[in-house]
């Protein structure tokens, strides 16, 4: 029998291929990386969402109480000011000369009472002269009274410490007496003002704690406090509801879209929840999810089971009814490429 030399260069290119042939081998058969949630235990309470919108507690249209052209305008939106700043001011002129006018008819009248006075006493004059001169000079008063109020009203001030919201009015413009010339908001606490149904308006009272998610703060949420629920209907079939803010945060501005979240308790006790997107609809409209049956060795192998669905919650999870026991693994993640009966390679998130 002859024996045949097999080349040293044909022979490294079958090593390689055996070696490349073993290590396809090894990769196909190691386990499929799955991610999975643990179901959690059952919840006591629901989560109810609903949108409303933040006000200042302390709002308030600020206006003259008489009218003049304007002179002076100090207030900027946006801006914070302190209780008794000035804000603008009125042409004072007519009204000071009626002050003028007040003051010295108020010091005739004072003069004359006196005068009254001491003949009274020394019998030179009658009671009903007398009486006369005490109400000219109350009379005087209070028309001096009034002229000095319509003096101080042409400025106007900040009532309380709080922030512009607006400025209604310009300089050199002639306003009225009760014309709104600014908006101000108060330094204390906002409220968040939203409707709720009547499945839900027996469930909260005053004292009831809220999460409000501004969105134009970047959703940020802050904690809330019920303060207030109306006893009536609204005409969208709702009941008014009053949140105040727990803290008072410089970002907040009357007008800003958000979602109050309230928690409720659940009517027949605590219900099992996942994240919906474990949840999936099978050809005949039947909810399942798949199941990681962890092993010893960090692997899983993984079944479809038929769940009973409940309702949405508003933090994205679903009540499970039936299905599922608290600490069984969920797949999340990895769901497209696996089948029941595998063996996959479980990671646990959440």
Known sequence: MKAYLIPSTALTLLLTFTSCDKQTTEVASAPRPVFAIT???P?????RSFSGQIYAAEAAALSFEV????T????????RYDAGDTLATLDASDYQ??????????????????????LFESGNSSQSQLD?????????????EQSLKAVEDTTLAMPYSGIIATVEIDAQQVVSTGQTAMTIEGSGPMEFEFGIPTDVVNKISKGHSVSIEIGDLEGRSFPATISEISPGIQENTTYG???????????????????????LARANGGTLQIPLICVFSSANEK????????QSDNTATIEKREVSVGQLEANGYVSILSGLKTGEHVVSRGVNKIQEGQTVLLKTEG
């Open 97 to 118: 000369n009626n002050l003028n006018t007040a003051q010295a008819s108020l010091t005739q009248a004072e003069q004359a009472l006196r005068r009254l006075q001491r």
């Open 132 to 144: 006369e001169a005490i109400a000219a000079e109350q009379s005087a008063r209070g028309n001096y």
């Open 67 to 70: 009218s003049g052209r304007v």
């Open 72 to 79: 002076s305008i100090y207030a900027k939106q946006g801006q």
């Open 43 to 47: 919840s006591s309470t629901l989560q």
């Open 39 to 41: 179901v959690p235990e």
């Open 287 to 294: 909810r399942f999810v798949w199941i990681a049956q962890s």
């Open 241 to 263: 509801v009053t949140a105040q803010m727990d803290i008072a945060d410089p970002a907040f501005r009357s007008g800003m879209d958000g979602e109050a979240t309230i928690e």
